[in-house]
């Protein structure tokens, strides 16, 4: 089990941008792929970013050329850089880990965090 926790979420004007970070701790051998969902209220969850050890990346039609997705040397913690934010991107986000893709992909991951708001006014 990998125990994940992000923060960073808050309230900015549309255009803006913010940051935010999955700290992971635990059976960090399990998080061979590490991604980003978002969920606003009424509307299904969307996996945003996924990135994987190697740090290849895959995003969402919504997050590119927006969206960046990295993680640090050791690999223990997981970065959403959120540029020209709109207010449809107004969410709660979860960082979520897991050995395969396709979990991530299919929205069950073995590992979630407990989520970060993020309001974009406009």
């Known amino acids: 089990q990998v125990q994940l926790v992000e923060s960073g979420g808050g309230l900015v004007q549309a255009g803006g941008s913010l940051r935010l970070s999955c700290a992971a701790s635990?059976?960090?051998?399990?998080?061979?792929?590490m991604g980003w969902y978002r969920q606003a209220p009424g509307k299904p969850r969307e996996l945003v970013a996924v990135?994987?050890?190697?740090?290849?990346?895959n995003y969402a039609d919504s997050a590119k050329g927006r969206f960046t997705i990295f993680r640090d040397g050791i690999q223990n913690t997981v970065w959403l850089q959120l540029n020209s934010l709109k207010p449809e991107d107004t969410a709660v986000y979860y960082c979520?880990?897991?050995?395969?893709?396709?979990?991530?992909?299919?929205?069950?991951?073995?590992?979630w965090g407990q989520g970060t708001q993020v309001t974009v006014s406009s």
């Open positions: 979520a880990a897991d050995l395969s893709r396709r979990m991530l992909v299919l929205g069950r991951p073995g590992s």
């Open positions: 990135i994987t050890t190697d740090g290849d990346t």
């Open positions: 635990g059976r960090l051998f399990s998080m061979n792929f």
